[in-house]
């Protein structure tokens, strides 16, 4: 299987509707060549319990991530940026051929803030 056709069984897919908004990301992890990495990327979509972004490295299925997301604080809540877990559970080519688009599924805390879609 390539990593442009990769993705999870219909079972393990989505269970949130995720929405299109772009925030800055920060994901750190190792690629498939074993190099660490930190990309500024941002989000293609965003839900509770997991995200879409596009990335220049080589990443597949099951590939463990640390995600930041900053976040502006509210009156309800000082927080300046959301950090969490994450395993990619889809991959798809992106907008040139050095593109990926991966989803992840958080497996640490989950997103808990939300967002109007940006295609409303």
Do not use: W
Not at 29 to 40: N, P, V
Not at 62 to 86: C, M, W, Y
Request: hydrophobic share 35%; charged share 25%.
């Amino acid at each position: 299987m390539t990593a442009a056709s990769a993705s999870t069984p219909a079972l393990e897919r989505r269970r949130e509707r995720r929405v299109p908004v772009h925030l800055p990301i920060v994901v750190r992890g190792t690629d498939l060549t074993g190099i660490s990495f930190e990309e500024h990327t941002s989000c293609e979509n965003l839900c509770r319990g997991g995200a879409a972004f596009a990335t220049r490295y080589s990443l597949t299925l099951g590939i463990h991530l640390e995600i930041r997301i900053p976040v502006v604080s509210t009156a309800i809540s000082n927080d300046k940026e959301f950090s969490t877990q994450g395993r990619i559970v889809h991959v798809k080519k992106g907008r040139d051929q050095h593109e990926l688009i991966v989803g992840v599924e958080f497996t640490g805390p989950r997103f808990n803030r939300m967002f109007v879609s940006e295609t409303t």
